[in-house]
Each structure stands twice: as C-alpha cells, then as structure tokens.
C-alpha cells in the first residue's frame, strides 16, 4: 500500500481523535459563509458519504453529485473505500461531524447502521445539507419525528432510499407500482384493501438477520473505533458479529429482517393505499420470545387502519394462492396484466396517479420535495417500528396515529423514544 497516497488523501485526519464522542464543534451552514441553499443552475453539486462499509459502497455511484468525502470509524473500509475512489480531492474522515463542518458539501448520504440515522440527519440538516438516507429512516418512532422536524425547520431536501413506490419493478411482482396504484385509485376492487406481503407475492424476508445469543466478548480490532461505532447505543462488550454485515440481528441497532426489508416492501403499499399521512391504529403480532438483545423471527404481523383496510405479513411464507390486494369488488394476483389481458384497457379510461419528482439532482436545484420525503418516510418507517414493537413485547397493540403514542401500554410507549448512551442525544 502506497502510505504517501494516503496520507495525500488524508483519510483519517489526526484532529479526529481529539473531538471524541463529546468533543465540542461547530456546524457552518454553507450560507453563513456566502453561499446560498439553492445552487446555480450550472453548478456541480457535491456530495459526502457518511458509513462506506456494506450499503455504503453502492452510494459511492449514484450520480447527479460530485464525491467529495467519506466517512467510516473503521479505518479498513476508509482505506479500502479511498483506494476504490482512486481520485485525490476524496477526502476521508473519521468523525461525520468535520464532515459536516465543511461548507462546499450540499448532499450528506447516510447508510450507517440505523442506530446512527437519527443524529448524523439532524446534524445535516442543521448544518445546511441536504439527506440521502439509508432505510429503515430511523431506528424508533421518536427519532423519526425529530427528523422530521429538523428537515422542515431547516428547509432542507430529504430522500430515504427506497425507491418502488414510482421506478422500478416491484421487486418480485413482475410489474412497477404505478399500474397498481391507478388500479387501486378506479375503484375496480372496492374498500377498504387488504394486502398480503409474503413469498407468494414477491417477498421473501430476511431471517438470517437474527442475532446469536451466545456471543463471549472478543478484543475490538485496532482499526475500528468500536465505542464510536455504538454512539448512542448501549455500550455491550465488543464481538464482530454485533456489527457490519451482521449488526440487523441485534435490537440497539437495527430490526432483524424486518428493520432492513420492511420500509423497501411497506412503503409502496402505503402508497398503493393512499395512507401516506397516517398509521394503523391496531398491530396484532404471532411471534415467538424475543430476546432482550438478539432479534428473532416472528410468524405474522396485521397492520389495521381506521378505515378497515389491512397490511398482512407473513413471516413464515405460509400462505399460498393468495392475492396481494383484496377488496369486495376484486383480488389482484402477482403477474396480474397476463392474468387479465384486458385490465390495461379497462384502466386507459381512467386518470393516472399524479406525478411524482424522482429526480433527487432536480428537488435539490429546484428546492421541491422529492416523491418520498420525510413525511413519507417517517410515516412508512413507522409501520416497520410499529411491528418490531409488537415482536419485542409479543402482543397486540393499540395505536394513536395522530399522538403517534400506543393506547394504554406503559411499556411499548417507552420503545417510542428509547434514551441514549451519553453524550448523545437529540
């Protein structure tokens, strides 16, 4: 390895280690120092890369933006990331706060582990930047919210990186949402809609995220900075099945299968249901004891809105030969424009969903709302923290979507907004 190249680069920059976790710092939104929210129309826009392990290295390619940084606490995938890059104005840091400090950035993308979403989004936002961030949104309910609130305050763009819900074929179902959603809005099948997500309609869950309770603590590796890593999670001993690839298993950090697959497969049936503004207000739950820190599978959760329609998941992949929407008046099926041939001529007579910005460079520039921003998000997010709520405790529960509180439940109103490890906090 060529250590002058790296040192070129600056990959990880000695002030670093003396901000530490409570280390004071000062963001400079770009404005303060001349420039403005909404850049010129010819000018480049400039992105960093916050967390370049796994999910990170797919970020480093989306265009629309110019690389200018990236960030990781674990020096091996800031090295191997700077090498891949091959381009000398990358800079790499450790700490996303001198990321964030610099005032030439304009987008912060954010696939850490989600038990980091949280506090590097509202840091952006405060800081002037505008977000690109991994799902699921935020790791709780009460983290959400305050995303949403720093996002709006600061007028900054938000973008959470599911994309089905207008590109794209719907993962297994053969067919991209909008023909679904203009199905749904002529009233073919009636309401209210029941879906069902499972392996016969094109999802399959990731249960090999569940974590191991057998875990004995091991040395942390001198190039991860492990107590940076948890941040605001509670300090458990260090073993390397805790995090990167394998941190989704464990309840601090993530949510098994469904905290990584769940906002991909729910928020383009939240669309499909027009239910982007509200929550269900019943979860029933089949799962087995969770333990305190390791997830584990479950075997069904039934979301349940107000006006009766229903999100089915089933974990198992039980069910067979069944529909993905039903409603009084139709089933839909997988593959559903060769079952009937003539459904797109039925559909022509009636109007096409509004349109959707999908185009993140463009909402940026042009300071419009991206199609799934931090309301979307949030709200599609919390259907996922919803269901992990239900697996943890192991019961059926009650939900106020407009307090965004749990009815007359002490302990599942306390996984809303659960404390964090000192000195962080919203």
């Not at 990236?70 to 104005?89: A, G, I, N, Y």
């Not at 096409?352 to 993140?360: A, G, H, I, R, S």
């Not at 909402?363 to 269901?387: I, M, P, W, Y």
Request: proline share 8%.
């Amino acid at each position: 390895m060529n250590n002058n190249r790296i040192s070129r680069r600056a990959f990880l920059h000695q002030s670093a280690a003396g901000l530490g976790a409570a280390g004071l710092f000062t963001l400079i939104p770009r404005h303060a120092l001349g420039a403005t929210d909404r850049p010129a129309p010819n000018d480049e826009l400039t992105r960093a890369v916050i967390g370049v392990g796994g999910m990170g290295q797919s970020h480093l390619r989306y265009p629309g933006a110019r690389l200018v940084a990236v960030c990781d606490v674990d020096e091996q995938h800031l090295r191997s990331t700077l090498e891949r890059v091959d381009d000398p104005d990358v800079k790499g840091y450790k700490d996303f706060r001198e990321v964030l400090e610099r005032p030439d950035i304009d987008v912060v993308h954010i696939p850490t582990p989600p038990h980091w979403h949280a506090l590097i989004s509202i840091a952006a936002a405060q800081a002037g930047k505008d977000i690109w961030c991994e799902k699921p949104m935020t790791r709780t309910i009460g983290e959400g919210r305050k995303v949403v609130e720093a996002v709006q305050r600061h007028g900054r763009i938000f973008r959470i990186n599911t994309w089905f819900r207008f590109e794209d074929t719907f993962y297994g179902f053969g067919t991209p949402v909008k023909p679904i959603k203009k199905l749904v809005l002529s009233g073919m099948l009636g309401w209210p809609l029941k879906a069902v997500i499972c392996g016969e309609t094109g999802f399959d869950w990731k249960f090999y995220w569940s974590g191991r309770t057998d875990l004995v603590p091991e040395p942390v590796p001198p190039h991860l900075d492990y107590d940076f890593w948890l941040g605001p999670a509670p300090y458990k001993p260090y073993h390397p099945h805790r995090v990167h690839g394998t941190f989704r298993g464990y309840w601090d950090y993530d949510g098994g299968g469904l905290g990584d697959m769940g906002q991909h497969y729910l928020d383009p049936v939240q669309y499909i249901l027009g239910k982007d503004d509200t929550s269900p207000v019943e979860i029933e739950v089949d799962a087995p004891q969770q333990h305190f820190d390791a997830v584990g599978s479950w075997r069904r959760i039934v979301f349940r809105y107000a006006d009766g329609c229903e999100i089915i998941l089933d974990g198992e992949n039980q069910q067979k030969n069944v529909p993905f929407l039903e409603g009084p008046e139709g089933k839909l099926y997988k593959q559903f424009e060769s079952d009937i041939p003539d459904l797109q001529k039925k559909l022509a007579a009636f109007p096409d969903p509004e349109p959707q910005l999908t185009d993140f460079e463009k909402a940026v520039r042009t300071r419009q709302k991206f199609a799934l921003d931090e309301c979307k998000a949030f709200r599609s997010c919390t259907l996922v923290n919803l269901g992990k709520i239900a697996v943890r405790l192991g019961r059926n529960l009650k939900f106020d979507p407009e307090r965004l509180q749990f009815i007359d439940d002490d302990a599942a109103n306390r996984l809303i907004d659960e404390p964090m490890r000192a000195p962080w906090h919203l």
